[in-house]
Nanobody, 124 residues
Framework: QVQLVESGGGLVQAGGSLRLSCAASGGTSSSYAMGWFRQAPGKQREFVAAIRWSLGTTSYADSVKGRFTISRDNAKNTVYLQMNSLKPEDTAVYAC?????????????????WGQGTQVTVSS
């Protein structure tokens, strides 16, 4: 069973940066794809970014392109989300997810395993 644990959330002023981490254990492999999603109060969960463990190929939501960067450290079994130029509308609970297979899925239902999430709050 895959376990995912996020860390790195917090409170930051608009224009600031945060780096989220997602530590994976229990069976992820190079054939997995990892994703970050976020959910703001009263809104649906939305796709943020995804990456393939093996090749490092990435995909981003239009709303974060040029500001967020997803990366992975295979030796540490950890995926990162570097968030720069943060805006108040980026405020949400951010969760990482894993799915078997190489497809860079952008829909939450396409992921099999989820972390608990970490709160990111951006003040104006």
């Amino acid at each position: 069973q895959v376990q995912l644990v996020e860390s790195g959330g917090g409170l930051v002023q608009a224009g600031g940066s945060l780096r989220l981490s997602c530590a994976a254990s229990g069976g992820t492999s190079s054939s997995y794809a990892m994703g970050w999603f976020r959910q703001a109060p009263g809104k649906q969960r939305e796709f943020v970014a995804a990456i393939r463990w093996s090749l490092g190929t990435t995909s981003y939501a239009d709303s974060v392109k040029g500001r967020f960067t997803i990366s992975r450290d295979n030796a540490k079994n950890t995926v990162y989300l570097q968030m720069n130029s943060l805006k108040p509308e980026d405020t949400a609970v951010y969760a990482c997810a894993a799915r078997s297979g190489y497809y860079l899925a952008t829909k939450a239902y396409e992921y099999n395993f989820w972390g608990q999430g970490t709160q990111v709050t951006v003040s104006s």
